[in-house]
């Protein structure tokens, strides 16, 4: 089963700039959430997605961050302009969700793109 | 506040020997979920151990068992036989309802690092 797929693993890129990160959960996981990782921090999330629905977006700094989960598969988690403090891991999970399933509901995790803002 | 507190920033233990991570949270929800990950040094986080609300007992896996202590808001997580390759930071999460894919929330962490 293949797992949750990010890209770019590594951008590096000057204030107000403006970058895009995107992936691809796991094959029938219905919730999508993106995190942000500052270094030495836990993950913070920033918004989760059920299906291609907005579940909770209290956290993203709606001024400079946008993400959309067209037809409720991948994702798209946009940038812009870029701050310094910005600098972090953004990293993508996706949970298999469900009233009858016995799973835990535990997140499976990407590799994570690191972002460096100069 | 807080949902998820983990006093110990750093913890330090000698290969062969067990640790226990403090991992203390808080919800007003009667079902919740409990959850640990290892994140190495690599930065992939690693699915440990789950434990839920209505679990009556504790939760193993392998080397790893967390000790749940409902009336005090506790899971601490408990590592035996520690080996080099346990050396990573680890968090202690918790999903707030059912399975539906609700809130899901980390704590800072605690880094460690075991001793040869």
């Known amino acids: 089963e293949a797992g949750v797929a990010q890209s770019p693993r590594y951008k590096i890129i000057e204030k107000r700039q403006s970058v895009a990160f995107w992936c691809n959960p796991i094959s029938g996981h219905a919730t999508l959430y993106w995190y942000q990782q500052i270094l030495g921090q836990g993950p913070k999330l920033l918004i989760q997605?059920?299906?291609?629905?907005?579940?909770?977006d209290s956290q993203l700094p709606k001024d400079r961050f946008s993400a959309e989960r067209l037809k409720g598969v991948d994702s798209t988690l946009k940038i812009q302009p870029a701050k310094l403090e910005d600098s972090a891991v953004y990293l993508c999970?996706?949970?298999?969700?469900?009233?009858?399933?016995?799973?835990?509901?535990?997140?499976?995790f990407g590799e994570g793109s690191r972002l460096t803002v100069l | 506040a807080q949902k998820i507190t983990q006093t110990q920033p750093g913890m330090f233990v000698q290969e062969k020997e067990a640790v226990t991570l403090d991992c203390t949270y808080d919800t007003s929800d009667p079902s919740y979920g409990l959850f640990w990950y290892k994140q190495p040094s690599s930065g992939e986080m690693i699915f440990l151990i789950y434990?839920?609300?209505?679990?009556?007992q504790n939760a193993t896996e392998g080397r790893y068992s967390l000790n749940f202590q409902k009336a005090r808001k506790s899971a601490n997580l408990v590592i035996s036989a520690s080996q080099l390759g346990d050396s990573a930071m680890y968090f202690c999460a918790m999903r707030e309802g059912d399975n539906y894919g609700q809130n899901f929330v980390f704590g800072p962490g605690t880094r460690l690092s075991v001793l040869p």
């Open positions: 434990q839920g609300s209505y679990d009556q």
């Open positions: 999970a996706s949970s298999l969700v469900s009233p009858l399933a016995i799973a835990t509901g535990e997140l499976f």
């Open positions: 997605f059920q299906n291609n629905g907005v579940v909770d």
